[in-house]
């Protein structure tokens, strides 16, 4: 029988996995969608310009890709830690 490894290690990765995605997050619909909209201004995406299609579209996209990254590694995690469910 394999020694399973305690919760706490459990819950520190998924603070740490949270906290990543946050990270990617901020980036994206924060630096990218507002902080560098007016030079991706000067792109083209569709026919609006990078700066816009970011803040309207863009970062909705990554933050749905971001919930489904999350259910997944969270699947993972819950396997590795032997807390999923059947």
């Given at each position: 029988?394999?020694?399973?490894?305690?919760?706490?290690?459990?819950?520190?990765?998924?603070?740490?996995?949270?906290?990543?995605?946050?990270?990617?997050?901020?980036?994206?619909?924060?630096?990218?969608?507002?902080?560098?909209?007016?030079?991706?201004?000067?792109?083209?995406?569709?026919g609006?310009?990078?700066?816009?299609?970011?803040?309207?579209?863009?970062?909705?996209?990554?933050?749905?890709?971001?919930?489904?990254?999350?259910?997944?590694?969270?699947?993972?995690?819950?396997?590795?830690?032997?807390?999923?469910?059947?």
């Amino acid at each position: 029988m394999k020694p399973t490894p305690s919760i706490r290690e459990y819950w520190r990765a998924n603070v740490r996995l949270i906290a990543l995605l946050l990270a990617v997050w901020f980036l994206v619909s924060y630096v990218v969608s507002i902080i560098l909209a007016p030079w991706l201004n000067q792109f083209r995406l569709g026919g609006a310009p990078l700066g816009f299609w970011f803040a309207q579209q863009g970062s909705i996209y990554v933050f749905i890709l971001l919930i489904w990254i999350y259910a997944r590694w969270m699947d993972t995690l819950d396997r590795k830690y032997d807390v999923h469910e059947e």
